[in-house]
């Protein structure tokens, strides 16, 4: 493989929450482009998480090395200082080295009442919530960004549900979901505050309308069908597959400028006009621009031109 198709060879990232959706396609698509990618998560082939889904982190390991990288699982659960700790120190002892953080650890969905004003949702799904949004991102960066600023040009990428300019005009209709995605946004901002000095680059990145494992069985299609959504949900017509936002993060990893993004609130589509990458499907989906301009407008659904 020639330097030009593995950008990353020699690289090592580290996908907090890599076990389904965004993250797995994002470790995937590192794994792509050449890098070692440590993919974490709770649910393995031995025991799953509270979700209950059958995805794991071996899984997506194996599809890191198929895709050209190496893939190492490991569970962790992020909540869980020590845990974090002693995988840090494994990839120290490794690899000696950490290029790529990707904060991605997330796992709330069943726990928002969508819906709910603060005074009837769930206190204890509510702050459960805000611990896995927000607690697993502090705890993950705050041991491994040590060993990142170790060589300069590392990379921290914050993963979100909007941008901080669409979620600063926008109630995400629950309080904690809300403050759950607007605070991830913030810590990419401050981290890039701490970090510019060693010369490394946070930044907060969200996908669109995401077709992740548990929103194609929520719409009961696929990846190969998942057109015949719009049915139950015209404006899934703008949806994305996670590769997309997967190639977003390879692309920002690989760009040797990527510190002209820091401290700023990204999207896939927006960096896929930047960068060049396309969806699966060959098109380049622009979904907060679509939100803006259609859904939230009241616009009957139409993708011609968003992607």
């Known amino acids: 493989m020639t330097e030009t198709r593995a950008p990353l060879a020699g690289k090592i990232a580290l996908v ?3 076990t389904r959706g965004a993250g797995r396609q994002i470790a995937v698509q590192l794994g792509a482009a050449g890098a070692t990618v440590y993919a974490t998560g709770r649910s393995t082939r031995d025991q799953r998480s509270e979700l ?26 992020h909540l869980v200082p020590e845990r974090v700790e002693e995988l840090v120190r494994r990839i120290d002892r490794e690899q000696g080295r950490l290029d790529v953080l990707v904060n991605d650890v997330w796992g709330a969905d069943p726990l928002i009442d969508w819906g709910k004003p603060l005074w009837e949702h769930s206190l204890t799904d509510g702050l459960r919530t805000l611990r896995l949004a927000v607690d697993t991102h502090l705890i993950t960066s705050h041991y491994a960004l040590p060993l990142l600023i170790r060589s300069p040009g590392g990379l921290v990428v914050e993963m979100g549900d909007g ?23 913030r810590l ?18 969200t996908p669109g309308w995401l077709r992740s494992e548990m929103m194609l069985d929520h719409y009961g299609v696929t990846e190969a069908n998942w057109r015949d959504a719009a049915a139950k949900e ?14 977003a993060v390879a692309a920002l990893a690989a760009d040797p ?12 589509g927006q960096l896929a006009q930047v960068y060049g990458f396309t969806d699966l499907d060959g098109s ?19 993708a011609t031109g968003y992607r």
Do not use: C
């Open 16 to 18: 907090a929450g890599a």
């Open 52 to 77: 209950d889904r059958p995805e794991t982190v071996e899984e997506t390991a194996e599809l890191v090395t198929e895709a050209g990288g190496t893939g190492i699982a490991v569970q962790v659960d």
């Open 163 to 185: 941008t901080t300019a669409y979620n600063q005009e926008n109630y995400r209709d629950v309080i904690f979901y809300d403050v759950a995605k607007t605070a991830v946004n």
């Open 188 to 205: 990419a901002f401050g981290q890039a505050h701490d970090l510019r000095p060693y010369g490394a680059t946070a930044v907060a990145l």
């Open 234 to 247: 015209p404006h899934f017509v703008i949806s994305e597959s996670p590769a997309y936002v997967g190639r």
């Open 257 to 268: 400028d990527h510190a002209r993004w820091s401290g700023q609130s990204l999207s896939a």
């Open 284 to 302: 380049q989906p622009d979904a907060w621009r679509y939100m803006v301009e259609v859904q939230d407008a009241g616009r009957p659904a139409d």
